[in-house]
């Protein structure tokens, strides 16, 4: 089973639905919004992909934290966990979990790889 995680409303996740449906993939759908998402699956996320590909830098909320708050998100992993569980737009979207795999962001081309 395939499971995409992320924000409904969020542009990419529309283009990611879209790629889903297109290539017939089921999925389930984890909406940060509605549910919360533990710190252990985070945690593995960022063991797995790193955390510079799973922290959000390019949004809104990024740019609302204070200078600090950035800076220890460089050198404190666990805080930044703490950070995007309490702030999940932080957390680059979608992820999409299929077996072992873990992608993170909208690459068409990996998203092909899942059909």
């Given at each position: 089973?395939?499971?995409?995680?992320?924000?409904?409303?969020?542009?990419?996740?529309?283009?990611?639905?879209?790629?889903l449906?297109?290539?017939?993939?089921?999925?389930?759908?984890?909406?940060?919004?509605?549910?919360?998402?533990?710190?252990?699956?985070?945690?593995?996320?960022?063991?797995?992909?790193?955390?510079?590909?799973?922290?959000?830098?390019k949004?809104?909320?990024?740019?609302?934290?204070?200078?600090?708050?950035?800076?220890?998100?460089?050198?404190?992993?666990?805080?930044?966990?703490?950070?995007?569980?309490?702030?999940?737009?932080?957390?680059?979207?979608?992820?999409?979990?299929?077996?072992?795999?873990?992608?993170?962001?909208?690459?068409?081309?990996?998203?092909?790889?899942?059909?």
């Amino acid at each position: 089973m395939t499971t995409i995680y992320g924000i409904k409303n969020c542009s990419t996740m529309k283009k990611a639905f879209s790629k889903l449906d297109d290539l017939g993939v089921a999925y389930e759908f984890f909406d940060y919004k509605k549910q919360s998402l533990d710190t252990a699956t985070l945690q593995n996320w960022v063991e797995k992909a790193g955390l510079d590909k799973i922290l959000n830098k390019k949004g809104t909320t990024w740019r609302k934290i204070s200078d600090d708050d950035k800076q220890k998100t460089e050198t404190d992993s666990n805080f930044a966990i703490d950070l995007m569980l309490a702030n999940p737009s932080m957390i680059k979207r979608p992820v999409v979990i299929q077996g072992v795999r873990l992608l993170v962001g909208f690459d068409e081309s990996e998203f092909d790889k899942l059909s």
